[in-house]
T-cell receptor, first 114, second 112 residues
Framework: DAGVIQSPRHEVTEMGQEVTLRCKPI?????LFWYRQTMMRGLELLIY????????DSGMPEDRFSAKMPNASFSTLKIQPSEPRDSAVYFC????????????FGPGTRLTVL | KQEVTQIPAALSVPEGENLVLNCSFT??????LQWFRQDPGKGLTSLLL?????REQTSGRLNASLDKSSGRSTLYIAASQPGDSATYLC???????????FGTGTRLQVTL
């Protein structure tokens, strides 16, 4: 398996622009997680899905952030409009349900908002 | 609310030394605990998953132990190498369907 796939790997945009981050989880994993990592705040969980349904979005910082999972193999995290304080590395991760639910991370998207 | 602490925040050791990284959590009702490493500018790589019913788990030079009742886990690295230099994070899960709660990590440097 190719692991969790994220695109783009790097994104530089200007304040006010819309940003869309993409994730393909590992095949067969029914949980998908979006995290954000910064030096100041460390690793933060933004939202997670089970069987394509959002379960907990309490970590989503503002209404400017939204996430969707239209099918089992694709999810997006959208920021509209983007602000400089959104600059961070965004990770997607996935795991199976059940007893052995080891979580695997993607390589991340480094977002810079100017 | 579960809180996960890792001490020390940073550690430097000479190559070949055995070392222990510590992880503590406030709520002992966990389902499992996972150790990750993160290289600079990279994603998190899963090292070991230890279930709440297990006392330890081994992979190569790595050994993770879990004492659920005292809220502690340790990651033992034998015969450290410069390639082991990275940040190590532990994370606990409260149930089969719940999210991971991460510690802040220990930054390890293994010197020649």
């Amino acid at each position: 398996d190719a692991g969790v796939i994220q695109s783009p790997r790097h994104e530089v945009t200007e304040m006010g622009q819309e940003v869309t981050l993409r994730c393909k989880p590992i095949s067969g994993h029914d949980y998908l997680f979006w995290y954000r990592q910064t030096m100041m705040r460390g690793l933060e969980l933004l939202i997670y899905f089970n069987n394509n349904v959002p379960i907990d979005d309490s970590g989503m910082p503002e209404d400017r952030f939204s996430a969707k999972m239209p099918n089992a193999s694709f999810s997006t995290l959208k920021i509209q409009p983007s602000e400089p304080r959104d600059s961070a590395v965004y990770f997607c991760a996935s795991n199976r349900g059940g007893s052995y639910n080891e979580q695997f991370f993607g390589p991340g998207t480094r977002l810079t908002v100017l | 609310k579960q809180e996960v602490t890792q001490i020390p925040a940073a550690l430097s050791v000479p190559e070949g030394e055995n070392l222990v990284l510590n992880c503590s959590f406030t709520d002992s009702a966990i389902y499992n605990l996972q150790w990750f490493r993160q290289d600079p500018g990279k994603g998190l790589t899963s090292l070991l998953l230890i279930q709440s019913s297990q006392r330890e788990q081994t992979s190569g030079r790595l050994n993770a132990s879990l004492d659920k009742s005292s809220g502690r886990s340790t990651l033992y690295i034998a015969a450290s190498q410069p390639g082991d230099s990275a940040t190590y994070l532990c994370a606990v899960r409260g149930g089969t369907a719940s999210k991971l709660t991460f510690g802040t990590g220990t930054r390890l440097q293994v010197t020649l």
